[in-house]
Nanobody, 124 residues
Framework: QVQLVESGGGLVQAGGSLRLSCAASGRTTSRYVMGWFRQAPGKEREFVAAVSWSGGSTSYGDSVKGRFTISRVNAKNAVFLQMNSLKPEDTAVYYC?????????????????WGQGTQVTVSS
């Protein structure tokens, strides 16, 4: 089993930055693909970013490309999401997820473990 705990959410003005962290415990996630998803009220869960187990490959949702950066530190069993140039439409609960398969996927059904989420609110 893998437990994921997100942190770093909060309230920020448009144009600002936040850095989300995801700490994994239980089984090591060093061989898992790690991803970030978000869900705004009344909307479906949306793929944000994912990173391969080595950190060498990444993928981003179209709405965050060029603004968000995903990274990981396997030695610390941690994944990060640096969010810059935030917009009000980035407001959502952000979830960290772990995928045991070997490919980078944007579909949430590929991911086996999920955190509880952290709220990000961007004011205009």
């Amino acid at each position: 089993q893998v437990q994921l705990v997100e942190s770093g959410g909060g309230l920020v003005q448009a144009g600002g930055s936040l850095r989300l962290s995801c700490a994994a415990s239980g089984r090591t996630t060093s061989r898992y693909v790690m991803g970030w998803f978000r869900q705004a009220p009344g909307k479906e869960r949306e793929f944000v970013a994912a990173v391969s187990w080595s950190g060498g490959s990444t993928s981003y949702g179209d709405s965050v490309k060029g603004r968000f950066t995903i990274s990981r530190v396997n030695a610390k069993n941690a994944v990060f999401l640096q969010m810059n140039s935030l917009k009000p439409e980035d407001t959502a609960v952000y979830y960290c997820a772990a995928d045991q398969s070997h490919g980078i996927h944007s579909g949430s059904f590929y991911y086996d473990y999920w955190g509880q989420g952290t709220q990000v609110t961007v004011s205009s």
